[in-house]
Nanobody, 130 residues
Framework: QVQLVESGGGLVQAGGSLSLSCAAS????????VGWFRQPPGKEREFVAA???????????DSVKGRFTISRDNANNAKHTVYLQMNSLEPEDTALYYC????????????????????WGQGSQVTVAS
């Protein structure tokens, strides 16, 4: 079973940037679609971005398009890490960010549906100060 470990969260001023990383331990997630969800304080968890297992398909929630970029390193000798580069951060981006992976389907998709992801990380806090 793959376990996901997020890193890179923290506190940043509005307009600043942060980069989140998601690495797999136990087994590689080379063949898994991977995504990011977030849960703002007092709100429901929501989709942020996803990338297919090939890296050829990406998907973003409208509120982060043009500001966030999801990417993955699937090189043969790489650690198969997925990244979420977050630029022009806004206080509304403050949330606990979760890395997720879909280990059950082998399709070139980047779905926004939570139910499609069966592996979840512990979360990484991102706080954007105004």
């Amino acid at each position: 079973q793959v376990q996901l470990v997020e890193s890179g969260g923290g506190l940043v001023q509005a307009g600043g940037s942060l980069s989140l990383s998601c690495a797999a331990s136990g087994r590689t997630f080379y063949s898994h679609a991977v995504g990011w969800f977030r849960q703002p304080p007092g709100k429901e968890r929501e989709f942020v971005a996803a990338i297919s297992w090939t890296g050829g398909t990406t998907n973003y929630v409208d509120s982060v398009k043009g500001r966030f970029t999801i990417s993955r390193d699937n090189a043969n000798n790489a650690k198969h890490t997925v990244y979420l580069q977050m630029n022009s951060l806004e206080p509304e981006d403050t949330a606990l960010y979760y890395c997720v992976a879909d280990s059950r389907r082998f399709v070139d998709e980047a779905t926004a549906y939570q139910s499609q992801y069966d592996i979840w990380g512990q979360g990484s806090q991102v706080t954007v100060a105004s």
